[in-house]
């Protein structure tokens, strides 16, 4: 997520709807998981008996849609800052995408991580999943780079109801900081991951990352070049006198 223009610099989502959202979209994936096995009796195999397989792969897809929101959200957010959404959808409706899109990525990733204490291989532990480089039988270092771009990126979207507390510039430093979890994201996704040997997750992490790159590398063109030229504003015209 980037810095807003200045004409939506209120959130579109009030600190209240922030938390509901995050309350009702884990809670419903966690019933989905509860529901589906009576309709789907292979899926009730797969989640249930001594090693189930289900819950793993619900995390490892959870994971792959949460980095794939966060990639759609500072995708918004580069159009937001380069003028590019003027285009398209429109600058007010970027805005309020790009911070929906945020909140519910935020979401799926509290689930990929929560539902992974059904799996029984790595038996992790709700105190594992909390505290960064807990985690004993799985790739610590790994695990805990994503702990710490989840804990991130929670920071960073609470960040929209704090902001006059912290100020402007804090703020902006902050969103900036949304760079930096996307490159944790990755790196937590490729080493942790086991889908990082096969060629479309290989090729889903490099042309992310890669388009990413490309939008930031807009940006910073924008900025020399606008600090090279930058655009005189016109005085307002003065007010006729009234004779």
Known sequence: MNQPPTEFNESSVNLQSFILF?????VGLLVAILLLPIFLPNMAYSLEGEGPKAYWYLSRATAFVSL?????SMAL????????????PGLPATFAIHEYVSLLGLSFAVFHALVILG???INFTLLQLLVPFSTVDYRPFWVGIGQIGFYVWAIVALSFYIRPAIGQKF????HYASFGLYFLGILHGIFSG??????????????????????????LVGVVIDS??????QAPAPRPTQG
């Open 228 to 233: 090279l030229f930058p655009v005189k504003k």
């Open 171 to 174: 703020w902006r430093f902050l």
């Open 77 to 88: 957010g580069l159009g937001i800052t380069t003028k590019m959404s003027r285009l398209w």
């Open 22 to 26: 995050l309350f009702a979209s884990v």
């Open 194 to 219: 086991t889908d990082t040997s096969l060629s479309w997750a290989q090729n889903y992490y490099w042309y992310s990352a890669g388009s990413l790159i490309f939008l930031f590398f807009i940006r």
């Open 68 to 72: 794939s929101l966060l990639w759609v």
């Open 119 to 121: 799996d029984h291989y």
